[in-house]
């Protein structure tokens, strides 16, 4: 399968400000290069991230406008308990404004000096999180999860040798929980799978250990296992998806990605006595136990975003997207992580860029603690480009629902092969934008900043001018 019909129409657009290679050049200019400074507004086809930019769905909008304000109790907080129950069956459901929330009341609550978390890869504000309440981030992910150019279908599953050594090392009274990513975003977006969710709880449960999930993507990781375990593809995506939750003890979740909504986050747990003094914490720092530092109004967004994630021809839509993308970059020469995963394509930037030595390479001084004024994540990326990984990832993440073609197709092809401009589904809230048109016969102006080598492709081509070092 080449192609594929997005499942949705569009009745709204948000119009772009269309800008020349000169001006994205000085825009580049004055940010000092950190792109976490350049004013949205400026970026034409805005790849940061894939968190809290998914266009809203007509429902998700009619939810918002039926939300309940009450203090406690509203309708909209019951709405939303019953879909994330039915979604997860975990007895203890909190809300949060986003995954890092989530994680901060978790961590306090169970990390601490001489406390070790283990995990495939820690997302950076999970491992920034488990390091400021005193405890040490561990990294586990399996051998195939490091190398770019494996195709191993799970490369985010975490090594049970490592997993089971770790333990022998430091005692399990000391390992108040084992977390497990899905997908694996600091991994390159990989997957976990059924059969290696299992023999981290069956090793977890053996020695006491809890088992949590970062559920961020858990929608795009059942999709995954569905087309790649085997056994598993007569299943639904729901299906797998509460499988998934059932091995599990416990998961922190932004709702800023698979929950499709522009802000929001849970934090789940069986544990009565642990979500007492979650409880707490929450009501402290983020609101009441009913809405947890969110408006009724996206509660109910939430509820109908978590519902309609599990849509298969959505989640058929979204993964061939991602894979189309990654399949045309390869076509053109540039080396991605294989094989793409559920919500980014991640461009291995050291052999991409291989002229450039990695203690040089430019999304250095981009990450520079100076720099990185509006988001500290900027500088955790330097960490994450510089020590932890042999291969330098540039993510490209892809907006959920926002373009009325394949995200693909951003960027420019050489050949005529449509007229009609691309258009993305407005949202009120995000700054992510739509492309401009590819139909034209001759290359795009920003095209001509491309390498010669790449200009002269048949292939389409992504404009380096709108490159993007991402953190999210
Ligand atoms: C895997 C993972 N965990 C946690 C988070 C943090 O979520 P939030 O940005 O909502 O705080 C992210 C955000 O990108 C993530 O990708």
Redesign the pocket.
Known sequence: MKTIIEPFKIKMVEPLKLTTVEQREQALRQAQFNLFQIPAEDVIIDLL?D??TAAMSADQWAGMIRGDESYAGARSWFHFERVLRELTGMPHILPTH????S?RILFELIGGPGKVIPSNNH?D??RANIEHSGARAVDLVIAEGTDPRNRHPFKGNLDLTKLEALIDEVGPEHIPLCMA?VTN??GGGQPVSLANLRAVREVCHRHGIPLFL?A??FAENAALIQQREPGQSGRSARSIAREMFDLADGA?I????DGLVNIG?VLLMRDDALALRANDLLILTEGFVTYGGLAGRDLEAMAQGFIEVLDEDYLQYRLRSVAYLGEHLLAAGIPIVEPPGGHAIYIDAAAFCAHIPPSTFPVRPSCAPSTATRESGASRSAVLCSTRWILIPVRRFIPRWNWCDSPSRVGCTPRATSTTPLRRRSNSSNNATRSEACGSSRPHRHCDTLPQNLRNSSEPMVPRSVDRKSE?
């Open positions: 991230t968190s809290g986003q995954g890092r929330a994680e997302f504000t999970t990513t975003n600091s970062d961020c993507r922190t932004s709702a800023k990605k986050g999210m």
